[in-house]
């Protein structure tokens, strides 16, 4: 017998369409005083209440949402979820003047995330992250990729991916998980990139590829820290053996990392801050995501990526929170869409596809998530709100009260309940 759940009293509906990204954000539509029917976990039919109403068994179990907004949960491309330490008296230090060079002297930035890291236990680390997954899940959130990178070296890097191993079989939220052993020269190699590049292309990636559970590369693509040959090597390392490529380029400086990302058919280029005219092309052309990280921009007071000017080129964006303790300390998507909409000039319908459908489809999921229409699964957040917009206007605040993942609440009443 399925199991069929109707899901009525919805003021509205809003949602993408389609099984890939919409670049333009022309197929976002809302149903006003809407229902959704959800099968074994997939949603059966959505639509107007009627419509609905019609196709719904006698024996379906029905919910009264009491007028709330239904959209898909939203997919975050770019979360460094995975971590030990605590950089909050270092951010205070930054608001009091300290400069990011000062703290890195005194031994804090990333290379305390790095120190605490490989100090910190697994069982330690991984009740970091499942609160933060909770966290995620709390805003609605319902798919990440998450990325290694705090340990640098074997040991920390691998327990930093069986954390997620862990939690990917034992959380609701869907993980797709990175490797980022190139995110900082660790200190064994300081003055060395291209050795500890050799390192990782040799030892490292091999035995991270043997582990099946690990679907990307990434690297920190930056002057200063791995330069375009150093990356080039280790991303076509990767490739050679079966990952597929996102890649951190152009956040500080115009380094030209964009156009290598394009260069090598990498699913994605994040940051992008710095990215010429004709990278954006090369990266269009290539079909590689632009995925925009407005929140670093903002915690660190920084520049902002030109939206605008990666639209006209003919990429298709994405927006993620870049979830880390140095440079973007939140979950929030809802936040990330203020931004892009404030910041970076996107429409709210770009800023929406850019959370919903186009982050699923640079991971590749956009056939199964990213949209609330018939076939896919049922991830579902629900808003206290009477549209969509208010996740934008209303700014600042979590709306999400109830999430549905595959089907079941594990969000209600803004309470974790899986
Ligand atoms: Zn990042």
Redesign the pocket.
Known sequence: MSHCLLLEGLSEIYTAQGTCADREATSVRAVRNGAILVSDGAIAKVGPREEVLAVTPADAERVDMGGKTAVPCFVDP???LVWGGDRSDEFNRRLHGATYVDIAKGGGGIKSTVRHTREASREDLAARAKKTLDTMLLHGVGTIEA?S?YGLDADSELKQLDVMDQLSESHPVEMHQTF?GA?EVPPEYQGNPGGYIDYLNAELLPRVAERGTVRYV?I?CEKGVFELEDSRRHMQRALDLGFQLRM?VDELFPLGGAGLAAELGAVSG??LVHASKRDMRAMADAGTFATM?PG?SFFLRGQYADAAAFMDAGCTLAL?T?Y?PG??HTVSQALMMALACMNLGMTFEQSFVGVTLNAADSLGQAHRIGSLEEGKIADIAFLDAPSAMYLVYFWGINHVTDVLKEGRFAVRNRAICY
């Open positions: 770019h979360t460094h990325k990178g980022l995110h990434d920190f951190h994040d940051h990280l670093t993620s870049d880390n440079s973007s």
